[in-house]
């Protein structure tokens, strides 16, 4: 296939390891090419030579949680653009199942995307010390990591339940060791000082459509006229709990999640929420990994950041 294009093995080689080297002609060239007479590159072939597997590894805590299907879409189309397969696990929200699957995933694949880990510092700095590792949603010291700040969402939401006559609103709280729970937890509470909202804060609370149903036991007993949700999947189960109790929404109460999923806005009321850049986190974090992988490149810390979504769950107080 070199010969009849007329360039080197390397270029061609180049054309799926590395496109973003080549001009754009000449990448099309030549996978059109190999298109045509049914050319893929030989993983195996490229492990033996390089000593590396060709695979990359990404962990994330719950994959029925709708949050990270378009996250693993969108690292593993990137992936494949640059000429790696991806390797899915879930740890099932349990951190010693994570640093058992970060121990093994290490002699399979050339680097690992680690995605709202559950575990403390260490483990995942020791993992760090024999694969390049990148974290979604979670920052350690030293580290490369991509984040979702919440705080342009938040500062934005509490603008709108203010403006709405809200003045008591209940945070309900995630899993204990989620780093983006702290995070938005902080953010809500800086946001409501601002405007002069008093947050209550209930949980921690799994990070389901159940964890919501639970919490609306203890929402229906409060002076709060508005609740945030960890999570969208929380919101619509505290939608769902608050309504069997005889709570109209958001005509008596008014619920907000975070995350913008899929169905926040196909339900009904339409979700109000935090717009989170979910694929785009995908994305970045393979780029990052590749970049350590491909150029050593140093550790960084990227931040993206969120937009609020009005919908029909919030009403005046």
Same mark, same amino acid.
């Given at each position: 296939?070199?010969? *009849?294009?007329?360039? @080197?093995?390397?270029?061609? @080689?180049?054309? %799926?390891?590395?496109?973003?080297l080549?001009?754009?002609?000449?990448?099309? !060239?030549i996978?059109?090419?190999?298109?045509?007479?049914?050319?893929?590159?030989?993983?195996?072939?490229?492990?033996?030579?390089?000593? !590396?597997?060709?695979?990359l590894?990404?962990?994330?805590?719950?994959?029925?949680?709708? %949050?990270f299907?378009?996250?693993?879409?969108?690292?593993?189309?990137?992936?494949? *653009?640059?000429?790696?397969?991806? /390797?899915?696990t879930?740890?099932?929200?349990?951190?010693?199942?994570?640093?058992?699957?970060?121990?093994?995933?290490t002699?399979?694949?050339?680097?690992?995307?680690?995605?709202?880990?559950?575990?403390?510092?260490a483990?995942?700095?020791?993992?760090a010390?024999?694969?390049?590792?990148?974290?979604?949603?979670?920052?350690?010291?030293?580290?490369?990591?991509?984040?979702?700040?919440?705080?342009?969402?938040?500062?934005?939401?509490m603008?709108?339940?203010? *403006? /709405?006559?809200?003045?008591?609103?209940?945070y309900?709280s995630?899993?204990?060791?989620?780093?983006?729970?702290?995070?938005?937890?902080?953010s809500i509470?800086?946001?409501?000082?601002?405007?002069?909202i008093?947050?209550?804060?209930?949980?921690?609370?799994?990070a389901?459509?159940?964890?919501?149903?639970v919490?609306?036991?203890?929402?229906?007993s409060?002076?709060?006229?508005?609740?945030?949700?960890?999570?969208?999947?929380?919101?619509?189960?505290?939608?769902?709990?608050?309504?069997?109790?005889?709570?109209?929404?958001?005509?008596?109460?008014?619920?907000?999640?975070?995350?913008?999923v899929? %169905?926040?806005?196909?339900?009904?009321?339409?979700?109000?929420?935090?717009?989170?850049?979910?694929?785009?986190?995908?994305?970045?974090?393979?780029?990052? /990994?590749?970049?350590?992988?491909?150029? @050593?490149?140093?550790?960084?810390q990227?931040?993206?950041?969120?937009? %609020?979504?009005?919908?029909?769950?919030?009403?005046?107080?």
């Open positions: 296939m070199a010969d *009849e294009i007329g360039v @080197s093995i390397s270029t061609v @080689s180049r054309a %799926f390891s590395h496109p973003e080549l001009s754009r002609e000449r990448r099309d !060239q996978l059109s090419v190999a298109a045509r007479v049914g050319y893929q590159p030989n993983r195996t072939a490229r492990s033996l030579a390089t000593g !590396q597997t060709g695979v590894g990404l962990l994330v805590p719950d994959i029925t949680n709708p %949050f299907p378009p996250l693993v879409r969108a690292a593993e189309n990137r992936a494949n *653009e640059r000429g790696y397969a991806l /390797l899915l879930d740890t099932d929200e349990h951190a010693e199942r994570e640093k058992l699957l970060m121990r093994e995933m002699s399979r694949v050339d680097g690992l995307v680690v995605c709202s880990p559950r575990s403390t510092s483990p995942i700095k020791q993992i010390d024999s694969r390049p590792v990148v974290l979604v949603n979670r920052t350690v010291p030293g580290m490369t990591s991509v984040t979702c700040s919440v705080e342009a969402g938040v500062s934005a939401l603008d709108h339940l203010y *403006e /709405l006559g809200h003045r008591r609103v209940v309900l995630g899993p204990a060791s989620s780093w983006s729970n702290k995070d938005k937890r902080t509470e800086r946001s409501a000082r601002r405007v002069g008093t947050v209550d804060v209930l949980g921690p609370y799994p389901t459509f159940e964890g919501g149903l919490a609306a036991e203890t929402v229906v409060l002076p709060a006229t508005a609740v945030l949700a960890y999570d969208d999947v929380m919101a619509l189960g505290a939608i769902r709990g608050l309504k069997d109790r005889g709570r109209d929404v958001p005509g008596s109460i008014s619920v907000s999640g975070c995350d913008d899929l %169905f926040a806005s196909m339900t009904m009321p339409g979700l109000t929420t935090i717009a989170m850049p979910i694929a785009l986190a995908g994305r970045t974090a393979v780029d990052l /990994l590749l970049d350590q992988l491909e150029h @050593s490149a140093r550790p960084q990227l931040t993206l950041s969120s937009a %609020f979504i009005p919908r029909d769950s919030t009403g005046p107080a």
